[in-house]
């Protein structure tokens, strides 16, 4: 979630499937970090995919990447590349992790944010979420 006033950030929930290693929420928490610098990335109302292959690229997310000490990776699968779809609703950014590396698998993800991002917003109020303190939703979702 990113507060326009004071700008600030906060995980409001994250979950992962108990069978998957790696250091995906450490890659997602640093990509959400830099959105907060970078806004303009993920403009209100779009969604984004931001991919880790593992070949040599430059861009927003390499370089975060990078200057967060490597890449991302899963137990067991070091050559797969990984995509982190985000959705930005009301400066809320909803983000996921997958594998899939075909562009129509990407569009189930998105789908599945706003599905969550509906069912978010539909049970907390824009100022329940505004004032929640770091993830104060972890329970719920």
């Known amino acids: 979630q990113r507060n326009t006033e004071t700008v600030d950030a906060k995980v409001l929930a994250e979950s992962h499937h108990p069978d998957t290693g790696g250091n995906g929420d450490q890659v997602m928490r640093a990509l959400m970090d830099r959105l907060l610098e970078l806004p303009e990335a993920v403009p209100q109302s779009t969604c984004k995919t931001f991919s880790q ?3 040599e690229t430059v861009d927003v997310f390499s370089d975060m990447l990078y200057c967060t000490g490597g890449y991302a990776f899963m137990e067991g699968d070091g050559e797969i590349d990984h995509f982190f779809h985000v959705w ?14 075909d562009i129509r698998a990407h569009q189930v993800n998105f789908d599945f944010l706003r599905e969550l991002q509906s069912d978010f917003t539909k049970h907390n109020s824009e100022a329940r979420i505004a004032k929640a303190k770091e993830l104060a939703f972890e329970k719920q979702w």
């Open 88 to 101: 930005n609703h009301q400066n809320v950014y909803y983000s996921c992790i997958s594998d899939d590396d």
């Open 53 to 55: 292959r593992n070949t």
